[in-house]
């Protein structure tokens, strides 16, 4: 509660130096769940004109406690552009202190969007078919967005060639760094070398790209959260990413041909760009920044250096990836 108290108030402080003549007061500070790496909550605050308004605050865990690494300078460089194309509905950015002296790390402050995320959807007598819709209209626009209108800070690969090489050297990078790393990952940085598809055109990759970062329901469109790991690459990596997703009721899995079918439909990839065996192979290289996180916070365990409760919990889940990609590396291209 104190906690709670001293960021109601810091947040105060906040908003009077970057919208004084919003003279608002804090009403209210809750941390809320939703995503591994960054801290989140949700503060309802009052103007001095009568009015009221929900905002999110989005920081960087306190002490390098983070699991996974990401800069919040180019996040928020990013949103900006992104509020501006509005090819893809994201919460409107409103403020960031870029140096954590008035709230304690560096933080976004967005909108609160009132919407709840398509994965929540998916129970039991889901329309699944429209979420799916959903889902792909999404990836289309994400692909639709110009690269050429965002922010210096997003690499600009040279061609999609040395594109590929580069995310495929993220895991060879990591085997040479870690000190107890698999030789899964050098099978599997090998078979991703010999196997590479046909290209397309590069684009917006989100890095996140799954049900429940696609808010729904408030807004008549979709609205798009968590950009932390956008890049510049190959636009199936999001495809792929998520054709594995453990959680139930899939958008891919329950009909990958008709999924796939409907992706191509919207972006114009051919059927050699975009099938389930392409997909295997952009569910290895989607999830290469992420993996190798997973990789060096189980290094730093071993190394008596944890991060928080988060840990544990991804170390376990390497294993889960490990059959993953021994099961599509060993079955081949058939």
Known sequence: MDDERSMSERLERFLAEVAPDMKATVGSYQPISGGYSRVTAVAEVQTGAGGAEKLILRSDPPGGQGVFES?????????????????????????????????GTKTIVMDHVDAMPLQLMLGEGADVEGARAVFLDVAAALQRTPVDALPAGLER??????????????????????????????????????????????????????????????????????????????????????????????????????FL??????????????????????????????FVQMMRGADALTNGQGKGIMTPFLVNSMSYFHEKYLDICSAGQN
């Open 71 to 103: 800069d919040r300078d180019r996040e928020w460089e990013l949103l900006q552009a992104l509020w501006e194309l509005d090819t893809v509905n994201i919460p409107r950015p409103r403020w960031y202190d870029a140096t954590g002296e008035l709230l």
């Open 157 to 258: 690969p040279v061609d999609w060639d040395t594109y590929l090489d580069g995310a495929i050297e993220i895991y060879t990078r990591a085997e040479r760094e870690i000190s107890d790393c698999s030789p899964i990952i050098r099978y599997v940085t090998a078979w991703l070398r010999a196997n590479r598809p046909p290209p397309v055109p590069l684009g917006v990759v989100h890095g996140d790209f799954q049900p429940g970062n696609i808010l729904v329901g408030g807004d008549p469109a979709p609205v798009v959260i968590d950009w932390e790991f956008t890049r510049i690459g190959d636009p199936r990596e999001d495809i792929g990413y998520y054709s594995e997703n453990p959680l139930p009721n899939s958008l891919y899995s329950g009909d990958p041909v008709e």
């Open 261 to 290: 079918a409907q992706y191509r439909e919207r972006t114009g990839f051919t059927e050699e760009q975009v099938n389930p065996r392409v997909m295997r192979y952009f569910f290895i290289l989607g999830m290469a920044e992420l």
